[in-house]
């Protein structure tokens, strides 16, 4: 059995108030404490509570609540603010003075009097150079500015927001360029600034390379800030979504002192929205010139060619003409002597085609005599038997031809009983009247 003295034994609210005496008389004067804010939220009066914890690669070392209390909340908050441009949020890691307090009921915490700004800034810096080490060690660094593109960026996939001044001096200066270069743009809003910036502007970049054949570039505007206004330009998620995208981005995010992270990693980073208008502009212009100087180049080549090939040309035609005069006069020479040869030719042949000719002659003219004479005698012959077998001459023999109705009838059948005859002698002709027939062999017909 345990033994104890009745003055040495404490009640729970006695301890945690010797607790509470005994840290106090340890953080009299306070600390400086670093630690990576994990959870932040205000309450209705006015106090601000904090999860403070301290990692180490993603490994939970230690952990504590803190607290700002209302009554200097403003103070320290707007003091942190006027340095970074930022409130308060998760993932920042912050120097801050604080004391220990311990509550009988919520246990121990760290009141927070003041943060160290430039302690966030600073912090900011060397995760913004690991995560460009990074970038360089994966090969993401240079990646966009490799991409083949076109020499003129017309066909524009815009990221900004609606009420962002860049977005209207960008619009406005495309449209009011000097040249009348024609310039379409699509609008794809986003949060440019805060703990939503980052994952809005990776969605509309998201968007974008759904549409990517429509454009020739991706350009990302907003108007000037201060530094910590463009930190989500610093992080890595989206510094390697633009390092592999399929099209060039041009970012003018419009801080003048320093680059973001995604200014390195673009195809082109420029200060302002209107710069970024104005690079535009000047590539259309300087495509432009090329074009032109390609063309007074081709110009120039062209003529030059023309005048080699016009000297070429005539002397080509002065020899030509030189050769035709040579062949010609050749050929006049061999012509003449064809003539000559075919004149002398052509009476030889002359002559002896006439010689044929008049031999020919000679001996038609004796065949056409003779057949002259054989014709003469088969015509007298046919003269003779024509005289003989004519009609006249064989009626004048006593013979007779009979017609019925104007025709010759030729055998005693064709004739009937009291037809009308017409009998034709040598002298003259007798009209009868049939009376009877009778043929060979045959009964008399009645």
Not at 162 to 169: Q, R
Not at 180 to 198: M, N, T
Not at 257 to 268: E, F, P
Not at 283 to 297: C, G, M, V
């Amino acid at each position: 059995m345990v033994e104890y003295q009745e003055n040495s034994v404490f009640s729970l609210s006695q301890l945690t108030a010797l607790i509470a005496e005994w840290l106090d008389s340890l953080s009299v004067q306070g600390f400086w404490v670093v630690a990576e804010i994990a959870e932040i939220r205000r309450n209705r009066n006015g106090h601000c509570y904090l999860e403070l914890v301290e990692k180490e690669e993603d490994i939970l070392r230690a952990k504590m609540d803190g607290i700002i209390w209302s009554s200097n909340y403003q103070e320290v908050v707007t003091s942190f603010e006027e340095v970074t441009g930022e409130s308060l949020k998760v993932g920042w890691k912050i120097l801050f003075w604080g004391r220990l307090r311990f509550h009988p009921i919520y246990g121990l915490s760290l009141e927070i009097k003041k943060i160290d700004p430039n302690f966030s800034l600073g912090e900011m810096m060397r995760k913004r150079q690991e995560v460009l080490a990074r970038l360089e060690g994966e090969g993401l660094l240079d990646l966009n500015q490799l991409l083949p593109v076109s020499p003129v960026f017309q066909k524009i996939a815009v990221i900004s927001s609606p009420t962002a001044a860049g977005w209207e001096d960008f619009t406005t200066h495309l449209v009011q360029n000097p040249f009348g270069y024609k310039f379409s743009w699509q609008f794809y809003p986003a949060y440019l600034q805060g703990e939503e910036a980052e994952t809005s502007i990776k969605e509309a970049l998201a968007a974008i390379e759904k549409e990517k054949e429509v454009f020739d570039c991706v350009v990302i505007v907003r108007g000037g800030g201060s530094r910590v206004d463009l930190s989500c330009f610093d992080g890595y998620d989206l510094a390697r979504d633009i390092a592999l995208f399929p099209l060039p981005v041009i970012t003018g995010i419009g801080h003048q002192r320093d680059k973001a992270v995604a200014d390195y990693v673009a195809y082109q980073s420029l200060k302002t929205p209107t710069a970024v208008a104005e690079f535009l502009i000047n590539r259309a212009r300087d495509f432009e010139l090329k074009i032109e100087e390609s063309s007074k180049i081709i110009e120039r080549r062209a003529r030059d060619i023309l005048e080699i090939e016009e000297a070429l040309l005539n002397n080509w035609f002065n020899r030509f003409i030189h050769l035709v005069r040579e062949s010609t006069k050749e050929e006049e020479g061999k012509l003449l002597r064809l003539e000559d040869r075919w004149a002398t030719f052509s009476s030889l042949l002359i002559r002896e085609e006439k010689k044929k000719i008049d031999n020919l002659w000679s001996k038609m003219c004796q065949e056409t005599k003779n057949l002259i004479k054989d014709q003469e005698l088969k015509l007298a012959n046919q003269i003779r038997t024509v005289r003989i077998l004519d009609p006249t001459n064989v009626l004048k023999r006593g013979y007779s031809l009979t017609f019925q109705n104007g025709q010759l009838i030729k055998r005693v059948e064709n004739l009937q009983k009291e037809n009308s005859i017409l009998t034709q002698f040598f002298d003259g002709w007798v009209k009868s009247e049939v009376q009877e027939v009778q043929w060979k062999n045959q009964k008399t017909k009645s």
